[in-house]
């Protein structure tokens, strides 16, 4: 039986991730030159292609973009929105809430092991963190970062 059999069974899913992770993944992929045709992310990216380092661009995020994360994702319609740190128990609690059971068992991903967008970003002072949560509030007290 397919997941999503006909339009009107579709459930439309959405992944959430931590702002302060977003950002660190968006300048190590606009740094990388992986971002091309993305244009949700525009703004963002092109602030992040002009910051000298990491650090300049949360920085100017900060202070010229405070809360753009959470309007990109506010932008999507969604039935469902999954963190991605909750990744893969997350999706498989969800596609047998949905009534896919006979899928859970194809989704058993073992042995994944995160792989940070930059080490650059986790030697950032933690002020600095906690001003990027403040900025995209709203978003963080949806999902509970802190």
């Not at 397919?2 to 190590?28: E, K, N, Q």
């Not at 949700?40 to 380092?53: D, G, T, Y």
């Not at 950032?124 to 999902?143: F, N, T």
Request: proline share 5%.
């Amino acid at each position: 039986m397919p997941f999503f059999p006909g339009l009107d069974d579709t459930i439309r899913l959405s992944m959430v991730r931590h702002p302060c992770r977003w950002l660190a993944s968006l300048y190590a992929a606009v740094k990388e030159d992986s971002l091309r045709g993305h244009e949700h992310v525009s703004r963002a990216a092109r602030l992040a292609e002009s910051s000298r380092n990491i650090y300049e661009f949360l920085q100017d995020y900060i202070n010229l973009m405070p809360g753009y994360y959470t309007d990109v994702h506010d932008r999507y319609v969604a039935d469902a929105v999954l963190r991605v740190e909750d990744l893969p128990e997350a999706f498989t609690s969800f596609i047998y809430a949905a009534g896919e059971k006979d899928m859970v068992r194809y989704t058993m991903v073992c042995g994944l092991t995160p792989v940070n967008a930059t080490d650059e970003f986790y030697n950032v002072h933690p002020s600095l963190w906690d001003q990027i949560v403040r900025c995209e509030q709203d978003l963080c007290i949806a999902y509970d970062y802190s």
